[in-house]
Nanobody, 115 residues
Framework: VQLVESGGGLVQAGGSLRLSCAASGSTVLINSMAWYRRAPGKQRELVASIGFNDGNTNYAHSVKGRFTISRDNTKNGIYLQMNSLKPEDTAEYYC?????????WGQGTQVTVSS
């Protein structure tokens, strides 16, 4: 499975961005997809995930109510709509796809929120 992210950039606090992740290859094997992020000096953390079979979503407490993860059925990918962005959302955002026992990762896209 290959993953390509897009949509990152620089935005002022309170603004919005939409990240996209396009999946290719053996996408039929994907059980779930997610967005992770890693801020400078911090560990990677789960931002949001979505199950491909049941559509269930999960969010980190810090983004609940501001971010929305959704699936793009035509491109076998996912989106992350980020609203009310805060400086603490600044991080490299990574797309993840889980296929039974294997995790696949994209190269990441930078999101920078200025105060």
């Amino acid at each position: 499975v290959q993953l390509v992210e897009s949509g990152g950039g620089l935005v002022q606090a309170g603004g919005s961005l939409r990240l996209s992740c396009a999946a290719s290859g053996s996408t039929v094997l994907i059980n779930s997809m997610a967005w992770y992020r890693r801020a400078p000096g911090k560990q990677r953390e789960l931002v949001a995930s979505i199950g491909f079979n049941d559509g269930n979503t999960n969010y980190a407490h810090s983004v609940k109510g501001r971010f929305t993860i959704s699936r793009d059925n035509t491109k076998n990918g996912i989106y992350l709509q980020m609203n009310s962005l805060k400086p603490e959302d600044t991080a490299e955002y990574y797309c993840n796809a889980y296929t039974r026992s294997v995790n696949f990762w994209g190269q990441g896209t930078q999101v920078t929120v200025s105060s």
